[in-house]
Structure formats: C-alpha cells, structure tokens
C-alpha cells in the first residue's frame, strides 16, 4: 500500500463515519418525533421535556442525545419551546 492508497482509504473511512453519523441523527429524530406524537392527543400540545427524555430513555436514548435531538428539532422548525422545560410540535 502506497501513500496515495493510504489516503484515499482514509478519506473513504472518514466519509463513512460521517454518514454513520448523520443516519444516527436523523434514526434519533424520528425516535423523538415517534415520542412526541404519543405523548401528544392533539396537534398544540405541549409537553414537558422531562417526559421525553425518560420515554426516550426507555427506548436507549440518552439524556445528552434527546436533548441535542430537541435542539435539532428546534432549529429544522419542527419544534418550538412555548415555555422553558416544555417542546411543542409546530
């Protein structure tokens, strides 16, 4: 193996941890999502951020990864937090 293979195997490995990475995110907002829409009868609903992590908990979220997860949420626009400790589908 040649340094020109050792790099281009390299940048192979990095852009497949990056698209690992990325599927990750987007299987995490749809565990979320999934959450939301059962903790929620209606459409308007609030619901306390609590609430999601320990349900996302059981589901092999962690703390950290909701958390990130609701903050991507909120910056796609799916999201909005009406009142602190609260998420509400828009």
Known sequence: MDEF???RLMEIQRMTASSIRRESE????IKILDILNELTATKGKKVQVEEVII???VQGLGESEVLSTLDSLKADGILKEPEIGYVQLT
Do not use: L, R, Y
């Open 5 to 7: 293979d050792f790099d």
């Open 26 to 29: 987007v299987d995490n907002k």
């Open 55 to 57: 349900e996302a908990g």
